[in-house]
């Protein structure tokens, strides 16, 4: 007995087959496309890179960097505290945007640069050339910590590093 294919069958395998390419944070930038396509242009390029700015709400942080780790609330004499937790965190001085007020029109201030390792960000084992994706050998001099993000009322305000 001969085995008959519908021809979807072969466009199904192809279909899935481009979505396993598909780079995990495009992915997730996928899943919230209107919300991504009404932000400002420099918060589509901080999510794009796998950075956060303060005042992010819940879905642009997770479309940058990803789960968190682990997710803890406590009530603070602000209010109620939501804390993200990122391990295996990648932070430099360099080729990374840099945290600001989210502010329309404002600069962006002074301060520490960051990247994610968090799923869909660089990894330690990526064998990438290219400078958007680090290889271990450019790697050796990034520290390695856990980011703690801190949001109230919806949205980041406060962002910790701790190696």
Known sequence: MKAI?????PL?????AAAGCQHPRAARIQEHAALFRSLDA???NLIENGLVNYGFTPELVYMALG???RV??????????????????LYA??????????????????????????????????TKTSPVQPTVS???????????????????VTVRIEP
């Open 72 to 89: 803890s609330s406590t009530a603070t004499p602000e209010g109620p505290t939501e804390t993200w937790i990122y391990k295996n965190f």
């Open 12 to 16: 199904a395998c192809l279909a899935l």
């Open 93 to 126: 001085s360099a080729n990374a945007a840099k945290f600001g007020v989210n502010n329309p029109g404002t600069k962006q201030q002074p301060g520490p640069m960051l990247s994610s390792s968090a799923p869909g960000g660089p990894s330690l084992t990526s």
């Open 5 to 9: 294919f519908p021809l979807g069958a």
């Open 42 to 44: 420099f918060s589509q």
């Open 138 to 156: 450019d790697m050796s001099d990034t520290p390695i910590a856990t980011l703690f993000l801190e949001l109230r009322e919806g949205r980041v």
């Open 67 to 69: 789960k968190p780790s």
